[in-house]
């Protein structure tokens, strides 16, 4: 089963629990436009090179689309659209007033000069301008993109438009007008999911063990928040391995050290033991914060999951064969279009500072970020109990519940 018709079997469970009609289903799912490019890159060695890129605006129904950009070999166009299909569910769930766009390059970064990579970048927007902008489509990073290329991609962007456009992309320097606060915000939604979960499970916060799949952007920082609010971390993982130890793991001095080690890696760590990085979903600990890619909890590892909770910070981490599996083991799951929303969430405070040129503190962005992720955390679980449907499928039908309104005011069913 593909990515895309997985992502449709929680929709399909939301729409026969609202009891809507099934031509809502069809509404929703389909992409308004998909765009492919292909991009000539004059390399170092004087050669012409030429990459494929993609990008999807999933919806406009509730306002611009927003997504990420991802330079990675598996890049394709259903990946894109799936993703692109999760931000609009995720944007609707959070309570913003966008859609879901998603974008990406199909490259192996690390066989490009920084040259090599800026043209590119560059490339790509000449050929999706067109179809961008602040009240259009708003890119912002994923994987293997950042705030340098972010810049770049606002630098010719504004040089196309003739003027300068900070609000047609976040996660930007903030220099450039990027947010205090956006670095950490998919991490500190994670956790705030998972504080919620534990509250909801009547589990204590201080000492709570945790294992933490992906030591990137997000897993680092998801371990990070969690070892602050006082969660013992026992088990980390990336993609050359994993560590393990049972009196916990910091995970700041875990990013001091794959700061600097061999593939900037955890694999290594002084302070745990080496253990297959399989087993760090398998350990028996009060929260699971899958990181890293996506089809990692599947019908061949799901009855081997110990975790009394599952907070999803990468987005389609776990496949609907481990959801079946999961729910009849009683694991309560928080799922990625709730859990993992906080990165939208601040991207969407940087555009609001972006169009108004006014700039709130680090503590007012992680303030109102904390509080609209509570909010949709609540009602997303009020959803699960009044339709006594896991907190997944609960998700779609809060996302649903926003979609169909706006498609009904503007005449479009």
């Not at 308004?32 to 000539?40: M, S």
């Not at 606060?181 to 204590?204: C, D, F, N, P, S």
């Not at 599952?310 to 079946?324: K, L, Y």
């Not at 999961?326 to 169009?355: H, M, R």
């Amino acid at each position: 089963m593909g990515l895309i018709e997985q992502s449709m079997i929680p929709l399909k469970k939301a729409v026969k629990a609202m009891k809507l009609d099934s031509s809502l289903e069809a509404l929703v799912a389909a992409p308004e436009k998909t765009t492919e490019v292909h991009i000539p890159v004059k390399m170092d060695d004087g050669t012409v090179q030429v990459f494929t890129g993609y990008r999807c605006q999933h919806s406009t129904i509730m306002g611009p689309a927003k997504g990420g950009v991802r330079y990675h070999t598996a890049v394709n166009m259903d990946e894109v659209k799936t993703l692109a299909f999760w931000m609009t569910c995720k944007c609707a769930v959070a309570g913003l007033p966008y859609g879901g766009g998603k974008g990406g390059i199909i490259v192996d970064v690390t066989k490009l000069s920084e040259r090599e990579l800026e043209a590119l970048t560059r490339g790509y927007i000449d050929k999706i301008a067109g179809v961008i902008g602040e009240k259009k489509d708003i890119p912002a990073p994923d994987m293997n993109t950042n705030a340098k290329i972010m810049g770049w991609m606002m630098d010719e962007y504004s040089k196309i438009t003739g003027q300068y456009e900070p609000g047609f992309i976040t996660g930007k320097d903030l220099s450039l007008g990027g947010s205090l606060g956006r670095t950490a915000a998919t991490g500190q939604g994670v956790v705030t999911a998972a504080l919620e979960a534990l509250k909801v499970k009547k589990m204590k916060v201080k000492g709570a063990t945790a294992a933490v799949q992906g030591f990137g952007n997000v897993g680092s920082w998801t371990a990070k928040i969690a070892f602050d609010e006082g969660m013992k971390i026992v088990a980390i993982s990336d993609v050359f391995g994993a560590i393990y130890n049972a009196k916990g793991i910091n995970p700041h001095k875990l990013s001091e050290y794959t700061a600097t080690s061999e593939n900037h890696s955890v694999v290594g760590f002084p302070d745990a033991k080496p253990i297959d990085k399989e087993l760090v979903l398998e350990q028996k600990v009060d929260v699971l914060f899958p990181c890293a890619m996506e089809n990692q909890i599947t019908k061949a590892n799901a009855k081997k999951i110990q975790a009394a909770i599952i907070c999803e910070g990468a987005n389609g981490p776990t496949t609907p064969d481990a959801d079946t599996i999961l729910e009849k083991n009683g694991v309560f799951v928080v799922p990625d279009i709730l859990a993992n929303g906080g990165g939208v969430t601040v991207s969407y405070f940087e555009w609001v500072q972006n169009l108004y040129r006014y700039f709130w503190t680090e503590e007012e962005v992680k303030e109102k970020q904390i509080a609209m992720m509570v909010k949709a955390f609540k009602e997303v679980h009020a959803l699960s109990e009044e339709y006594k449907v896991p907190m997944r499928v609960a998700a779609y039908i809060a996302a649903l519940k926003r979609l169909t309104v706006a498609m009904k005011f503007r005449g479009m069913y």
